[in-house]
């Protein structure tokens, strides 16, 4: 019964950030986060335009409030609104941003709009993005454009799990347009990056001992050395003696 109920409520969540992201999908969305409190759950919807999402007078709000109450059964769901704080780096915005600068401009545009959007992704401090357009664009016939900068790995464990990517559709008048991008944040730790803080510092450290040691030194006042004299010189002096 446990797992049962595990599964329902998981089923229940897709379904509610499925409606949430077509519902507000033309007001700069990111990502909503539901979390279970005493209270009752707690709705966090991230997007770049929260003035959108609340609506007039909070209209919007309430209107989603009753929808996930009645419509998805979630007991007392309360909406908030999240921030992003580096949007150019979020896949779900910067995909959004294209189709809707498609809708807008049409598909002649598509070169600038790939371009534009990379630098902006870099500019942003990722180490790497790709943006793949896909469709009648510009031609009759269907093909796909490939926009890609900087450094993103395409297999293995972390292009897997950690490389960001979203694949959404743009409707226009030539056909469905699709749209892929994936984006390296800044983040992701690679394990073939190698940092020679340590050995520098270490190497750093045994210099300026050194040169303590050898200040040190200079600073003491000289000891003047012994004179040594010589067995031949002795002699001399013996025999000097005697002959007096």
Do not use: C
């Not at 209270?39 to 989603?64: M, Q």
């Not at 189709?99 to 371009?115: D, H, N, Q, V």
């Not at 790497?128 to 993103?152: D, H, N, Q």
């Amino acid at each position: 019964m446990i797992e049962r109920q595990i599964v329902n409520q998981n089923i229940r969540e897709y379904l509610v950030k499925q409606y949430l992201a077509k519902e507000l999908s033309k007001t700069g969305y990111s990502h909503t986060e539901i979390k279970r409190t005493p209270l009752g759950e707690k709705v966090i919807i991230y997007s770049t335009r929260p003035g959108l999402v609340v609506g007039r007078k909070g209209d919007n709000i309430k209107r989603l409030t009753l929808v996930l109450k009645n419509r998805f059964k979630l007991e007392n769901p309360q909406i908030e609104l999240g921030e992003i704080e580096n949007p150019n780096l979020d896949v779900s915005y910067v995909a959004d941003r294209i189709i809707s600068t498609l809708e807008r401009f049409g598909s002649k545009r598509f070169k600038s709009i790939g371009y534009k959007t990379l630098q902006e992704i870099m500019d942003a401090g990722a180490l790497g993005a790709e943006i793949v357009i896909s469709g009648k664009v510009p031609s009759a016939r269907a093909r796909s454009w490939r926009f890609k900068t900087g450094y993103i790995k395409k297999s293995g464990d972390i292009a897997q799990y950690y490389i960001k990517k979203q694949n959404i559709q743009a409707n226009l008048k030539s056909g469905i347009v699709g749209v892929k991008v994936a984006i390296m944040t800044p983040d992701i730790i690679l394990p073939d990056k190698i940092e020679y803080k340590i050995i520098v510092e270490e190497i750093t450290e045994k210099e300026e001992k050194i040169e303590e040691k050898k200040e040190i030194e200079e600073k003491k006042p000289k000891k003047k050395k012994p004179r040594v004299v010589k067995k031949k010189e002795k002699k001399k002096k013996d025999g000097n003696n005697k002959e007096e």
